[in-house]
């Protein structure tokens, strides 16, 4: 089975600062995408950044980043200089090539004035 | 324009009703999909349809059924709503037959069965 697992139910972190949200998850295949999604209290669905397993440089996308250890099946996010509009329920998926998208149980992230 | 779009936003219905949820996309996507988000936020899938092929999640009770009437569009129907199916339904779709990349959302279908 190909599980996402997210260890963090809640997290908080002060405007401006930065913070870590973790993911691992289990698979057997070598090709795979990664992918964190956001989802604000407006429900939407949206996507923060993406990662190619067979890419090893990290992707990033403006403040957030990732550390994806593929060895250790690791998918970490970091949000730099954290502003309100960041308070919201991250996901990180996984969706190996030919299958279904998989999502982890999700972190509620609340950025503190 | 909404690249996918859900109605009804909102549902509340009685249980033992049948209801449908209907999902649009025009991006032009292969392969269209319908999650479900229970109330402690876990998404799971429920089906993928790519025109071709109906890709069902076992746990899924046949009083789902997706229907299809064109690659544009994925309609969900909930025959005899029980308590357990209030949730909130998100249609989703992506460009190629399989998961390679990006899903697009739509904003979510809370129903709730009382």
């Known amino acids: 089975a190909q599980t996402v697992t997210q260890s963090q139910p809640e997290m908080s972190v002060q405007e401006a600062e930065t913070v870590t949200l973790s993911c691992t998850y289990d698979?057997?295949?070598?090709?795979?995408?990664l992918f964190w999604y956001k989802q604000p209290p407006s429900r939407q669905m949206i996507l923060v950044i993406r990662?190619?397993?067979?890419?090893?440089q990290n992707a990033t996308e403006n403040r957030f980043s990732v550390n994806f250890q593929k060895a250790a099946k690791s998918f970490s996010l970091k949000i730099s200089d954290s502003q309100l509009g960041d308070t919201a329920m991250y996901f990180c998926?996984?969706?190996?090539?030919?299958?279904?998208?998989?999502f982890g149980a999700g972190t509620r992230l609340t950025v503190k004035p | 324009d909404t690249a996918v779009s859900q109605t009804p936003k909102y549902l509340v219905t009685q249980m033992g009703n049948d209801k449908s949820i209907k999902c649009e996309q025009n991006?032009?996507?292969?392969?269209m999909y319908w999650y479900k988000q229970d109330s402690k936020k876990f998404l799971k899938i429920m089906f993928s349809?790519?025109?071709?092929?109906?890709?069902i999640n076992e746990t899924v009770p046949n009083r789902f059924s997706p229907k299809s009437p064109d690659k544009a569009h994925l309609n969900l129907h909930i025959n005899s709503l029980e308590l357990g199916d209030s949730a909130v339904y998100f249609c989703?779709?992506?460009?190629?037959?399989?998961?390679?990349?990006?899903?697009?959302f739509g904003e979510g279908s809370r129903l709730t069965v009382l």
């Open positions: 989703a779709s992506s460009p190629m037959a399989v998961s390679t990349g990006e899903l697009f």
């Open positions: 698979t057997s295949e070598n090709n795979y995408y």
């Open positions: 990662q190619e397993a067979y890419k090893q």
């Open positions: 998926a996984f969706a190996p090539i030919n299958n279904d998208m998989r």
């Open positions: 991006l032009g996507h292969d392969t």
């Open positions: 349809y790519n025109n071709k092929e109906l890709i």
